[in-house]
């Protein structure tokens, strides 16, 4: 199983980017697919999570600002962040997870398998 986070950068406070995670390896369809960020001497926490059925789910300084997307038939999701301001300043990694109950999708542990990060600073 293989998961690339991309579309990270710069971007000035207000700005937007759209992170991608394409997975392979995997029945991508079955997968709850999540975004997790950690900033640097903070510890990793989640940002958002699509289940395979389409439902998502937020932290709440995120909520409003980003949308998280999937396409099944590209094994791809997306991470739509609008309005960034320096706290969201981290990596960002994408996490994909199979029978990833509710009360769990906000825990890393509930996630099989890890991609390798993408950088997102949002600086003027």
């Known amino acids: 199983v293989q998961l690339q986070a991309f579309g990270g950068g710069l971007v000035q406070p207000g700005g937007s980017l759209r992170l991608s995670c394409a997975a392979s390896?995997?029945?991508?369809?079955?997968?709850?697919i999540a975004w997790f960020r950690q900033a640097p001497g903070k510890e990793r926490e989640f940002v958002a999570t699509?289940?395979?059925?389409?439902?998502?789910a937020y932290i709440d300084s995120v909520k409003g600002r980003f949308t998280v997307s999937r396409d099944n038939a590209k094994n791809t999701v997306y991470l739509q962040m609008n309005s960034l301001n320096p706290d969201d300043t981290a990596v960002y990694y994408c996490?994909?997870?199979?029978?990833?109950?509710?009360?769990?999708?906000?825990?890393?542990?509930?996630?099989?398998?890890w991609g390798q990060g993408t950088q997102v600073t949002v600086s003027s």
């Open positions: 996490a994909a997870g199979n029978r990833v109950i509710m009360s769990a999708m906000s825990r890393a542990g509930a996630y099989d398998h």
């Open positions: 699509i289940r395979y059925n389409g439902n998502t």
């Open positions: 390896g995997l029945t991508f369809r079955q997968y709850t």
